[in-house]
Every structure is written in C-alpha cells, then in structure tokens.
C-alpha cells in the first residue's frame, strides 16, 4: 500500500497554477457549504468568477476561506490534494494581467472572488512525482 507524504511549497504552487477545477469551502448560515468552481492563480492568490446573487458574492467576502485542488489515479494508486487557506475578497473585476477563469457553466458571473493564500499545504499519496501528469487540464500561466 502506498505511503502518504506531505509536499513541499514549491510543489503546491505548481500544482496549484496548473489546475483548472477545485473546491472552496466555506461557511454560510446553512452551515457548511463546498462549492465547485474553474478558477486561475495569479500571484498568490485564487481566482473565481461568481455571480452577484451566487453563495460566493454573498457569504464569501471576508470571511476565512478554504480552496482545494486534487487527482487521483486510481490505477495506479497515487494522487494529491494542495489546500490553499486565506480570507476571501469580492472584486468588481480581474486584477490587471490576470487570466480570467474558463467558465464551464452558463450564467452571468461579473464578480470575481479572490483568495489570497496565507497557508499552501499538501499530500500525495504513492510516487511524489509526475503529479501534474495527473491534472485532466495541463496548462501554467505565468
């Protein structure tokens, strides 16, 4: 059976910058909520575009946020998850020189939530490396 390890900063921030779909997690009056999103990475921070009446704009400003990234292999028994943890910060738009989120689902999201990162941790599970290789979208923006 494979062994769990934690992973190294430089490593989160690669894996980070090269995925496109995670996680956010937060709390609302509900309780807790995750919400899957398309984001983007600019600078040390989070990106993801959000509706002006979506759980996003209207819980997420402010308060302490949770993102994740994963994959798995299920094959071959190894994957990873990075969790990024920060505050988030409802903007009117992209800041300058970012790369806006790809949308997957239709809608109107004119607002962009920001979570800049005060905490990058990670694990992997099996072969520490080629983990990218397990990312479904392969690209790096700056």
């Not at 921030?13 to 009056?29: D, K």
């Not at 209207?58 to 994957?79: I, S, T």
């Amino acid at each position: 059976m494979p062994k769990s390890h934690e992973l190294d900063l430089p490593t989160c921030e690669r894996l980070l910058w090269r995925g496109a779909f995670g996680r956010v997690g937060m709390v609302s009056p509900r309780g807790p909520e995750i919400v899957p999103v398309n984001y983007a990475v600019h600078g040390q921070a989070v990106l993801v575009h959000t509706a002006a009446d979506g759980i996003l704009a209207r819980h997420a400003n402010g308060a302490d946020l949770v993102f994740e990234v994963d994959a798995v292999d299920h094959d071959y028994w190894r994957g990873f998850s990075v969790v990024a943890r920060g505050r988030g910060e409802l903007l009117d738009s992209l800041p300058e020189g970012a790369t806006p989120p790809r949308a997957w689902a239709g809608g109107e999201r004119r607002q962009v939530l920001r979570i800049a990162w005060s905490e990058l941790t990670g694990r992997a599970v099996g072969r520490a490396t080629g983990l990218e290789a397990l990312l479904p979208v392969h690209r790096a923006f700056g």
